[in-house]
Protein backbone atom coordinates (compact mmCIF):
# COMPACT_ATOMS: atom_id res chain seq x y z
CA UNK A 1 0.00 0.00 0.00
CA UNK A 2 1.30 3.41 -0.74
CA UNK A 3 1.70 5.53 2.17
CA UNK A 4 -0.41 8.09 3.27
CA UNK A 5 0.05 11.43 4.77
CA UNK A 6 -3.15 13.73 5.52
CA UNK A 7 -2.79 17.79 5.24
CA UNK A 8 -5.49 20.06 6.43
CA UNK A 9 -6.28 23.40 5.03
CA UNK A 10 -7.40 25.89 7.39
CA UNK A 11 -8.04 29.80 6.53
CA UNK A 12 -6.08 32.50 7.71
CA UNK A 13 -9.62 34.12 8.24
CA UNK A 14 -10.60 31.34 11.21
CA UNK A 15 -10.75 33.15 14.23
CA UNK A 16 -12.73 36.37 12.40
CA UNK A 17 -16.22 35.83 14.41
CA UNK A 18 -14.41 36.44 17.64
CA UNK A 19 -12.20 39.75 19.51
CA UNK A 20 -11.61 37.62 22.38
CA UNK A 21 -7.94 36.31 23.27
CA UNK A 22 -8.77 33.78 25.12
CA UNK A 23 -11.16 31.91 22.63
CA UNK A 24 -9.15 32.96 20.10
CA UNK A 25 -6.56 30.74 22.03
CA UNK A 26 -8.99 27.94 22.28
CA UNK A 27 -10.17 27.31 18.82
CA UNK A 28 -6.65 26.89 17.49
CA UNK A 29 -6.01 24.69 20.26
CA UNK A 30 -8.78 22.41 19.01
CA UNK A 31 -7.53 22.05 15.40
CA UNK A 32 -4.28 21.45 16.64
CA UNK A 33 -5.91 18.71 18.80
CA UNK A 34 -7.84 17.44 16.12
CA UNK A 35 -4.74 17.51 13.81
CA UNK A 36 -2.77 15.35 16.58
CA UNK A 37 -5.67 12.90 17.27
CA UNK A 38 -6.05 11.50 13.25
CA UNK A 39 -2.57 11.83 12.82
CA UNK A 40 -2.39 14.86 10.26
CA UNK A 41 0.59 15.66 8.97
CA UNK A 42 0.95 18.90 7.63
CA UNK A 43 -1.43 22.16 8.11
CA UNK A 44 -1.74 24.49 5.80
CA UNK A 45 -2.95 28.28 6.60
CA UNK A 46 -3.88 29.77 3.06
CA UNK A 47 -5.05 33.50 2.60
CA UNK A 48 -8.74 34.00 2.79
CA UNK A 49 -9.15 37.61 3.73
CA UNK A 50 -7.64 36.78 7.23
CA UNK A 51 -5.16 39.01 9.81
CA UNK A 52 -4.32 36.06 11.71
CA UNK A 53 -2.42 33.64 10.28
CA UNK A 54 0.76 34.11 12.19
CA UNK A 55 -0.73 34.11 15.00
CA UNK A 56 -2.80 30.53 13.89
CA UNK A 57 0.97 29.04 13.16
CA UNK A 58 2.81 30.71 16.42
CA UNK A 59 -0.15 28.53 18.68
CA UNK A 60 -0.03 25.55 16.58
CA UNK A 61 3.39 25.44 16.67
CA UNK A 62 4.22 25.90 20.15
CA UNK A 63 1.37 22.96 20.57
CA UNK A 64 3.51 20.57 19.02
CA UNK A 65 6.66 21.30 20.46
CA UNK A 66 7.58 19.19 23.54
CA UNK A 67 7.13 20.83 26.61
CA UNK A 68 10.97 20.89 27.26
CA UNK A 69 11.95 22.62 24.49
CA UNK A 70 9.01 25.54 24.55
CA UNK A 71 11.50 27.70 26.69
CA UNK A 72 14.01 27.63 23.86
CA UNK A 73 12.36 27.36 20.89
CA UNK A 74 9.06 29.38 21.38
CA UNK A 75 9.21 32.33 24.15
CA UNK A 76 6.58 33.28 25.98
CA UNK A 77 4.85 36.38 24.05
CA UNK A 78 1.93 38.27 24.47
CA UNK A 79 0.16 36.23 21.66
CA UNK A 80 0.77 32.83 24.08
CA UNK A 81 -0.72 35.08 27.34
CA UNK A 82 -3.69 32.25 27.41
CA UNK A 83 -1.48 29.21 26.19
CA UNK A 84 -2.11 27.52 29.66
CA UNK A 85 -5.82 26.79 28.21
CA UNK A 86 -4.70 24.38 25.31
CA UNK A 87 -4.87 20.55 25.71
CA UNK A 88 -1.84 18.64 25.40
CA UNK A 89 -1.35 17.23 22.92
CA UNK A 90 0.54 13.33 24.20
CA UNK A 91 1.81 12.64 20.98
CA UNK A 92 4.51 9.97 20.62
CA UNK A 93 7.22 12.58 20.19
CA UNK A 94 5.67 14.70 23.48
CA UNK A 95 8.16 12.33 26.09
CA UNK A 96 7.98 12.45 30.13
CA UNK A 97 10.97 12.87 31.82
CA UNK A 98 12.00 9.44 33.12
CA UNK A 99 15.31 7.47 32.76
CA UNK A 100 16.64 7.10 29.46
CA UNK A 101 16.72 3.90 27.69
CA UNK A 102 19.02 2.97 24.53
CA UNK A 103 16.60 2.92 21.14
CA UNK A 104 14.21 5.62 22.68
CA UNK A 105 13.62 8.08 20.13
CA UNK A 106 13.42 12.16 22.02
CA UNK A 107 12.98 15.19 20.44
CA UNK A 108 15.65 17.50 21.08
CA UNK A 109 17.40 21.18 20.10
CA UNK A 110 21.22 20.95 19.02
CA UNK A 111 23.50 23.00 22.42
CA UNK A 112 26.61 23.77 20.85
CA UNK A 113 29.74 23.85 23.72
CA UNK A 114 33.18 24.74 22.30
CA UNK A 115 33.73 22.31 19.31
CA UNK A 116 31.65 19.60 20.85
CA UNK A 117 27.32 19.02 20.09
CA UNK A 118 25.32 18.14 22.74
CA UNK A 119 21.31 17.97 22.51
CA UNK A 120 18.48 18.83 25.07
CA UNK A 121 16.23 16.26 24.78
CA UNK A 122 14.68 16.60 28.04
CA UNK A 123 16.46 14.75 30.43
CA UNK A 124 18.47 15.73 33.44
CA UNK A 125 21.72 16.44 31.75
CA UNK A 126 22.46 17.07 28.01
CA UNK A 127 23.43 14.08 25.87
CA UNK A 128 26.18 14.24 23.50
CA UNK A 129 25.65 14.36 19.53
CA UNK A 130 27.15 11.88 17.28
CA UNK A 131 27.28 13.34 14.54
CA UNK A 132 26.14 17.04 13.04
CA UNK A 133 23.09 19.10 13.36
CA UNK A 134 21.55 22.39 14.20
CA UNK A 135 18.60 23.50 15.89
CA UNK A 136 15.30 21.45 16.29
CA UNK A 137 16.33 17.43 15.70
CA UNK A 138 14.87 13.83 15.98
CA UNK A 139 17.03 11.42 17.83
CA UNK A 140 18.02 8.10 19.18
CA UNK A 141 19.81 7.21 22.17
CA UNK A 142 22.66 4.85 21.14
CA UNK A 143 24.42 5.19 24.93
CA UNK A 144 23.09 5.87 28.46
CA UNK A 145 26.40 6.02 30.39
CA UNK A 146 27.57 8.27 28.89
CA UNK A 147 24.58 10.03 27.76
CA UNK A 148 24.77 9.47 23.47
CA UNK A 149 22.36 10.36 20.86
CA UNK A 150 22.71 10.37 17.71
CA UNK A 151 20.17 11.84 14.64
CA UNK A 152 17.32 9.76 13.61
CA UNK A 153 13.62 9.88 11.56
CA UNK A 154 10.58 9.50 13.58
CA UNK A 155 9.08 5.45 13.31
CA UNK A 156 5.33 6.64 14.63
CA UNK A 157 3.65 9.92 14.20
CA UNK A 158 5.66 12.46 15.43
CA UNK A 159 3.24 15.88 14.99
CA UNK A 160 2.42 18.07 12.31
CA UNK A 161 4.20 20.83 10.75
CA UNK A 162 2.44 24.08 10.03
CA UNK A 163 2.83 26.29 6.64
CA UNK A 164 1.49 29.47 6.62
CA UNK A 165 1.56 30.39 2.68
CA UNK A 166 0.17 33.76 2.57
CA UNK A 167 -1.32 32.88 -0.85
CA UNK A 168 -4.61 31.70 -2.15
CA UNK A 169 -6.42 28.70 -1.72
CA UNK A 170 -5.91 27.10 -5.16
CA UNK A 171 -2.08 28.15 -5.11
CA UNK A 172 -1.90 26.51 -1.94
CA UNK A 173 -3.07 23.31 -2.75
CA UNK A 174 -1.08 23.77 -5.78
CA UNK A 175 1.77 24.24 -3.67
CA UNK A 176 0.65 21.03 -1.60
CA UNK A 177 1.05 18.51 -4.32
CA UNK A 178 -1.72 16.59 -3.18
CA UNK A 179 -2.63 13.20 -4.52
CA UNK A 180 -6.28 13.49 -3.35
CA UNK A 181 -8.09 16.66 -3.01
CA UNK A 182 -11.29 16.91 -0.83
CA UNK A 183 -13.39 20.44 -0.01
CA UNK A 184 -15.90 20.19 2.68
CA UNK A 185 -19.07 22.04 2.05
CA UNK A 186 -22.76 22.13 3.45
CA UNK A 187 -23.70 21.88 -0.62
CA UNK A 188 -21.46 18.78 -1.39
CA UNK A 189 -22.10 15.41 -2.01
CA UNK A 190 -23.85 13.07 1.22
CA UNK A 191 -20.71 11.38 2.55
CA UNK A 192 -22.70 8.35 2.82
CA UNK A 193 -23.86 8.33 -0.53
CA UNK A 194 -20.35 8.67 -2.17
CA UNK A 195 -18.03 5.55 -3.51
CA UNK A 196 -14.45 7.35 -2.01
CA UNK A 197 -11.70 6.17 -4.05
CA UNK A 198 -8.81 4.62 -2.17
CA UNK A 199 -7.07 7.11 0.25
CA UNK A 200 -3.40 6.83 -0.73
CA UNK A 201 -0.57 9.58 -0.76
CA UNK A 202 -0.78 12.82 -0.10
CA UNK A 203 -4.50 13.65 0.83
CA UNK A 204 -5.80 16.91 1.84
CA UNK A 205 -9.41 17.99 3.93
CA UNK A 206 -9.90 21.56 2.81
CA UNK A 207 -12.25 23.57 5.25
CA UNK A 208 -13.63 27.59 4.87
CA UNK A 209 -13.92 30.26 7.10
CA UNK A 210 -16.72 30.73 9.80
CA UNK A 211 -18.50 33.41 7.26
CA UNK A 212 -17.75 31.83 3.86
CA UNK A 213 -17.32 28.39 2.50
CA UNK A 214 -14.56 27.38 0.00
CA UNK A 215 -16.29 27.90 -2.96
CA UNK A 216 -16.68 31.44 -2.19
CA UNK A 217 -13.07 31.87 -1.09
CA UNK A 218 -11.87 30.78 -4.40
CA UNK A 219 -14.59 33.26 -6.03
CA UNK A 220 -12.94 35.91 -4.00
CA UNK A 221 -9.72 35.34 -5.50
CA UNK A 222 -11.21 34.78 -8.84
CA UNK A 223 -9.98 30.83 -8.85
CA UNK A 224 -11.28 27.72 -9.08
CA UNK A 225 -9.55 24.43 -8.31
CA UNK A 226 -10.22 20.79 -9.82
CA UNK A 227 -11.16 19.27 -6.25
CA UNK A 228 -11.20 15.39 -6.60
CA UNK A 229 -14.12 15.44 -4.30
CA UNK A 230 -16.46 18.09 -2.59
CA UNK A 231 -18.58 16.45 0.48
CA UNK A 232 -21.11 17.43 3.15
CA UNK A 233 -19.57 15.55 6.03
CA UNK A 234 -22.69 16.81 8.50
CA UNK A 235 -25.40 15.79 6.65
CA UNK A 236 -28.49 16.70 8.29
CA UNK A 237 -27.02 19.13 10.90
CA UNK A 238 -29.24 20.36 13.36
CA UNK A 239 -27.49 23.60 13.77
CA UNK A 240 -27.56 26.72 11.06
CA UNK A 241 -23.77 26.52 11.20
CA UNK A 242 -20.57 24.50 11.75
CA UNK A 243 -17.36 26.09 13.25
CA UNK A 244 -14.09 25.09 11.33
CA UNK A 245 -12.66 23.43 14.63
CA UNK A 246 -15.87 21.56 14.45
CA UNK A 247 -15.58 20.42 10.86
CA UNK A 248 -12.01 19.39 11.07
CA UNK A 249 -12.97 17.03 14.01
CA UNK A 250 -15.93 15.41 12.21
CA UNK A 251 -14.26 15.16 8.83
CA UNK A 252 -10.93 13.64 9.86
CA UNK A 253 -12.91 11.39 12.51
CA UNK A 254 -15.13 9.73 9.60
CA UNK A 255 -11.85 9.04 7.14
CA UNK A 256 -10.26 7.90 9.76
CA UNK A 257 -13.05 5.29 9.89
CA UNK A 258 -11.86 3.72 6.13
CA UNK A 259 -8.22 4.70 6.29
CA UNK A 260 -5.82 1.20 6.03
CA UNK A 261 -2.40 2.26 6.37
Do not use: C
Request: glycine share 8%; no cysteine.
Amino acid sequence: MTEMAWHIFIPDSLLEETSDPKIKTYKVGQIGRAAAIFGVEHIWIYKAGGREGKFIKLVLEYMETPQYLRKTLIPLTKELKYAGILPPLRTPHHKLKREPKVGEIREGVIIKKGKRLYADIGLDELALVEGSGEGRMTFEIISVIPLKVAPTKPREYWGYRVHLTRMSLAKTLKKAKLNLAIATSRMGEDVRKVNLPPLEGEVGFVFGSPRKGIMEILRDFNEDYPFDLILNTIPNQKTKTVRTEEAVLVTLAIFNVIRRD
